[in-house]
């Protein structure tokens, strides 16, 4: 008993010992969950910050495996697809001889007028576009500037002196004199094997293969004079419809240069009350008699604001020039100007020809509109719209007049839709390249990320596609053929937040439409 008693009491201690201890263990227990808890919301918040931020860095939520690994699928879906995707059916191309002149860059001197006071920022737009050792042509200045070694800049010249020249515009400057007398400068200079003088400003950025391919299409030992008007209707009506405006660039054949340059000083006597440098080459134009051959890729721009509604619906003809890129936003959001043009290169350098050329598609499952910039933006849309409007560019600029309306352009525009359905879900060119193999590009446009509005429709949302792969073969020669737009197709994805489009010729029959 006395045995048993003792085994109780040291039993009753242990006991007694254990309740002591556990309010300890129970409190180290909560803080090591505790702990634990932490330590993985933290692993948590820090793997999606570093997710969330590499996507924005690298605005493309989409990796080169993932798109090559579903690139190899839609080629072995099946015969016919893979003639979708692949055979495209090639107008007829007649001989080269038998409609264009075998123009190249080399027959083609650029006069660019500058100004010293800006000299500094606007030569960075010459350097987007200029091409070393390749493009020929003379800045002309009004005064020196400092210049640095292997800058990727033409020569620089300055200007003769125009103060014989009258004068007496009030609201212009007189720099227009000298301005004016570019191209008969630069053709004094004597350069050999000129076929073509083109005239800009230096805010001016030319798509240099496209500039060969419309003077290709004219007779350079002819008189030609040619570029465009301004998109404002008030600008045209205030200068002329008749004039080829200089900030978008112009072109003049040879031997019109010549010509233009032995009655030019006198002709420019004639119109001293004139505003501007190309209203004067105009007037001595139609001195000459010669009329403007329109080409409507020179684009003036005179706007301001967004460019997104003039690039995205950009007409059936090879983009030649932008201008006025200090008035207006990057083209690009989230970048300067001249950042987000030389972003638009990776585009260019791969399919000149078709840069910002639109194609339009539609999901019939979703009852989706797609339009597609070619090398620069997607737009999607809920509801059917049609090609006649869609090609219609959207308002999203102001006109030069700030106090004018819609009907102050010089062409059909549409507004900016007010209902929150409608309002297009925007995915920018992100990252392109060239697929030796396939022979094809493949451009990545991610999402613009804004906020969409609150839509009632009952619909699949477009907010649901991170990423667009746009595969389109280039069509260097598409200009040799009559002007039509480019058909698009939506392919099988992989992925619900990854849409697959084909860009390229028009098969047979085959239209726009739901």
């Known amino acids: 008993m006395g045995g048993k008693n003792i085994k109780i009491e040291a039993t009753e201690k242990k006991l007694q010992h254990w309740d002591q201890m556990r309010p300890h263990i129970g409190f180290r227990k909560i803080l090591i969950w505790f702990f634990l808890i932490i330590s993985m919301l933290y692993i948590l918040y820090s793997t999606n910050f570093i997710l969330t931020s590499d996507r924005h860095k690298c605005s493309n939520p989409l990796d080169v495996v993932s798109i090559e690994q579903h690139l190899e699928t839609l080629t072995n879906i099946s015969s016919t697809n893979e003639q979708d995707i692949e055979d495209e059916p090639m107008q007829p191309v007649l001989p080269q001889k038998s409609q264009r002149y075998d123009t190249d860059l080399k027959h083609i001197v650029f006069g660019i007028a500058a100004s010293s006071n800006l000299w500094e920022k606007r030569k960075e737009y010459i350097k987007v576009w200029w091409k070393p050792k390749e493009t020929r042509g003379v800045v002309w200045l009004d005064k020196r500037v400092r210049t640095r070694r292997n800058e990727g800049l033409p020569e620089i010249r300055i200007s003769g002196d125009t103060s014989k020249y009258k004068y007496t515009n009030r609201q212009g400057q007189r720099s227009a004199l000298r301005i004016s007398r570019v191209v008969s400068e630069t053709l004094r200079l004597g350069m050999k094997d000129v076929r073509w003088f083109v005239m800009c400003d230096d805010d001016t950025v030319f798509m240099v293969d496209n500039v060969v391919r419309i003077l290709s299409k004219y007779d350079h030992r002819q008189f030609y004079y040619v570029g465009s008007s301004s998109e404002s209707h008030l600008q045209n009506i205030y200068f002329s419809y008749a004039m080829a405006y200089g900030g978008g660039g112009f072109a003049i054949s040879y031997p019109l240069a010549k010509e233009l340059a032995k009655m030019q000083d006198h002709c420019i006597q004639r119109y001293p009350g004139l505003y501007g440098s190309d209203d004067r080459i105009q007037a001595c134009m139609a001195e000459l008699g010669v009329p403007l051959s329109r080409e409507p890729g020179f684009h003036q721009y005179d706007v301001y604001g ?103 352009y010089a062409f059909n525009t549409r507004p900016v839709t007010k209902h929150p359905c409608q309002k297009p879900f925007i995915f920018y060119m992100s990252n392109t390249r060239y697929d030796r193999g396939r022979k094809q590009i493949i451009g990545v446009y991610s999402r613009h990320k804004s906020r969409p509005p609150y839509c009632r429709w009952k619909m699949d949302s477009p907010e649901k596609i991170d990423s667009i792969v746009v595969l389109k073969r280039p069509d260097p020669l598409r200009w040799q053929k009559s002007p039509r737009r480019d058909c698009c197709r939506i392919l099988p994805s992989h992925k619900s937040s990854t849409m697959y489009l084909w860009v390229g010729n028009c098969r047979e029959g085959e239209t726009s439409q739901l």
């Open 306 to 408: 967004n460019l997104l509604g003039l690039l995205g619906a950009h007409p059936i003809t090879p983009l030649v020039s932008l201008h006025h890129l200090d008035v207006v936003e990057p083209i690009f959001p989230h970048m300067t100007q001249v950042k987000a043009l030389k972003h638009l290169t990776q585009s260019i350098q791969l399919d000149s020809a078709s840069i910002m050329q639109q194609s339009i598609c539609y999901d019939k499952k979703r009852y989706w509109s797609i339009s597609i910039s070619w090398g620069y933006v997607v737009q999607i849309l809920r509801g059917v719209i049609s090609p006649r409007e869609l090609e219609m560019p959207t308002r999203t600029f102001l006109n030069w007049y700030k106090k004018a309306d819609y009907t102050a």
